[in-house]
């Protein structure tokens, strides 16, 4: 729930921003607006660096709780690892659509306005800070079924995907704000690749752990941005970005999401097997669920 928090917190940072940011580029221009946010970033990184972090050794009470309940002896390198892939498959689907491909699509092949393709992208945003509470109480609540909130999701995004492009006609606003929300969960759902750095690496090399999870979703996020790119520029060689453009060239998605899911099935084996020697048993989902109806049923007089 922390990290989904802090996550959200960065959120209301860019929102905040951008409004005056707008004023003061249309007002002063590009350089002086890049000057000021470098100022504000400096003064920024001042205040950061004169608040002092608590020492290892305040931390270490004898009754403290332990950082999760599955820390003690588990260090997993495929948990870490885990971890990125589950980082790289969640979030390259939002970001392909809010850092470069979002607008010319909605506007060059939905056929919608400017405003209508903020309004978007917009909702996009929002839907980070309307599933992020839900996304970190299920981690929280099941931390022996986190891949499979990825994977879950994995399998909705797909679907919204297909929902979009397999018409060859435009798609009215309402089903495009729709398709927006569920492709905006991908933001909070890949925060889960951070918890299993915190599952999973050594105390010590946890700000290693969480460096290797956060770049999984910008190198899937680079793949997906170059490869719509390459095919809308085989698909339409003079530029001229159609609708049967975009569906073909969005199709190529497909090739980070099985790289992705391979990777979380793949190093998911592994890390249960870590989790294994330690004691801790996944147990499968039809086993689990049998479990808990018998702890429900009440016992017979």
Do not use: C
Request: hydrophobic content about 55%; glycine content about 10%; charged content about 15%.
């Amino acid at each position: 729930m922390m990290v989904q928090l802090t996550a959200q917190i960065g959120q209301v940072g860019q929102l905040a921003s951008a409004i005056p940011v707008a004023w003061l580029l249309h007002a002063q221009g590009w350089s002086p607006t890049f000057l000021t946010l470098a100022g504000v970033g400096a003064v920024a990184a001042i205040a950061a660096g004169t608040v002092r972090s608590p020492r290892a050794e305040d931390l270490e009470t004898p009754d403290a709780a332990p950082a999760s309940r599955f820390r003690a002896g588990t260090v997993s390198r495929s948990g870490v690892w885990l971890g990125f892939w589950t980082h790289f498959t969640a979030l390259f689907s939002a970001n392909t659509l809010a850092l470069l491909w979002g607008v010319p699509f909605f506007v060059s092949g939905q056929g919608r306005s400017t405003a209508e393709a903020s309004l978007l992208l917009t909702v996009l945003t929002l839907a980070k800070f309307a599933v992020s509470p839900f996304v970190g109480t299920a981690t929280a609540r099941h931390p022996l079924r986190r891949s499979w909130i990825v994977l879950a999701f994995s399998g909705v995004a797909a679907v919204a995907w297909a929902v979009i492009l397999i018409p060859s006609t435009p798609r009215p606003l309402w089903e495009l704000i729709v398709f927006a929300a569920v492709i905006g969960m991908g933001g909070p759902v890949s925060l889960v690749g951070l918890d299993f750095a915190r599952t999973f690496a050594e105390p010590r090399k946890l700000g290693a752990a969480n460096g290797i999870v956060n770049t999984g979703g910008f190198v899937s996020t680079i793949a997906a941005v170059g490869l719509v790119g390459l095919v809308l520029e085989w698909a339409a060689p003079g530029g001229t970005y159609d609708l049967d453009a975009y569906r073909l060239a969005f199709v190529s998605l497909v090739v980070p999401w099985i790289v992705g899911i391979i990777g979380i099935v793949v190093t998911r084996r592994a890390a249960r097997r870590d989790w294994a020697a330690d004691g801790v048993v996944v147990a499968p989902w039809r086993e689990a669920l049998a479990a808990r109806r018998r702890a429900q049923r009440p016992e017979a007089d």
